[in-house]
DNA sequence: TTATTTATTTACCGATTGGTAATTAAATAA
DNA sequence: TTATTTAATTACCAATCGGTAAATAAATAA
């Protein structure tokens, strides 16, 4: 049991207060990765739009690499939100469907820069970044795995057709999630993505 | 017109000849290209593997950027050159069933880096590769309008559903072939590749 | 031979890269 | 006040980046 103050008031802490907003900062430097790159994205550049010096990055963060992660486990909690919830759809038909429209939203939300943080950064990259590259290939399996066992769970259901293959099926649409994510950084609209999406759903296996 | 040497036999050129193969180099740069990324390559890595030193290349080459559209160039005319024949399949169905089937060989042929060079080189870069990525984008969508002008013929050949669309058509199958190289890159393997194919002609409209 | 032309080699350039040591500033504790 | 703790600032580091000037080597032409 540590000594702590007297009341349950946070008390403040020792030295001199931090100036920087941490979730403000690392937003802003989710940014610079999304758009950038990992290895695009310089250190000058995220200095100035994280409105920090570098000595207080690192301390705050860790170096370049794990400032990268900061940010994508942001990028995964606010941006990535809407996967968790396409999952929980009462049919496999509506996973996909409200799987890829959210896609199509977000892909092409203005706001933001285009396409998917966790195709675009580190797809092809140097021999530094190979941990990066490697953790972000890791999480698209995830996500097709997630796809795969909700299939499974669907065709138990009698909810997909008994001749239909769930992995199959996890990889097809985790491509064109993918794809979806490269047209969006080449300038597709969000209309455009979603006529792709309704092509997907017109061909969706025993509707 | 200009003089030349008497008889049709090629002349010597006047200089020192050079010591390398200008199409075996390129490819040697190709392959770094392909695996690393226009940003990633270095001209250190670039130099070894092309077996030159730097100013033999800038020499041969012009700079980095030149060297790496050189490097393109080999690859669509070499590697690419699929797509084309795809296009020239007598129905819809088959351009797709061969486009994505030689897609699915090609981008886990382990001869050469895995994945699409055009898709993985430069979707996101630092300011430096603004260009190249705009030119990467333009290859992938002249390959779209390709594909839309293909299914635009087809349904005039009553050869797809007066209803298809063929511009979403087309997205949707380029959106595959992409996904289908995000995957290759992230060691998906052929037969897996297959599959996903599988699963597009399944569901392909009106066969 | 000598002159000319082209290629390769060596050494180097300024700029930028990610990362830090040393100092100064601002807060609390005694 | 004074000591202590933490953060921000400044200045700097070695390494690497893409790119090149100058010198040397190997060919042909005269």
Redesign the pocket.
């Given at each position: 049991m540590t000594t702590t103050?007297s009341t349950d008031a946070p008390?403040?802490?020792?030295?001199?207060?931090?100036?920087?907003d941490r979730e403000a900062a690392l937003q802003q430097a989710l940014l610079v990765f999304w758009s950038h790159g990992y290895?695009g994205?310089?250190?000058?550049?995220l200095t100035a739009a994280m409105n920090?010096?570098?000595?207080?990055i690192?301390?705050?963060f860790g170096?370049?690499?794990e400032l990268f992660r900061h940010a994508l486990h942001a990028y995964t909690a606010r941006t990535g939100s809407f996967i968790g919830k396409a999952l929980e759809a009462t049919s496999a038909r509506q996973v996909v469907d409200q799987l890829l429209n959210a896609a199509a939203a977000m892909l092409t939300d203005p706001s933001h820069p285009q396409g998917c943080m966790i195709v675009q950064t580190a797809l092809a990259c140097?021999a530094a970044c190979t941990e990066i590259r490697e953790e972000l290939t890791s999480y698209r399996q995830r996500m097709r795995q997630a796809l795969q066992q909700r299939f499974e769970r669907a065709q138990a259901e009698g909810d997909l057709p008994a001749d239909a293959v769930p992995a199959d099926l996890a990889r097809y649409v985790a491509a064109i999630h993918q794809g979806m994510s490269v047209q969006a950084s080449s300038g597709a609209s969000r209309e455009e993505l979603q006529a792709l999406v309704h092509v997907v759903l017109q061909q969706w296996p025993s509707r």
């Open positions: 103050n008390s403040r802490p020792r030295g001199r207060p931090a100036a920087f290895e994205a310089s250190m000058a550049e920090m010096n570098k000595p207080s690192y301390a705050a170096n370049k690499e140097g």
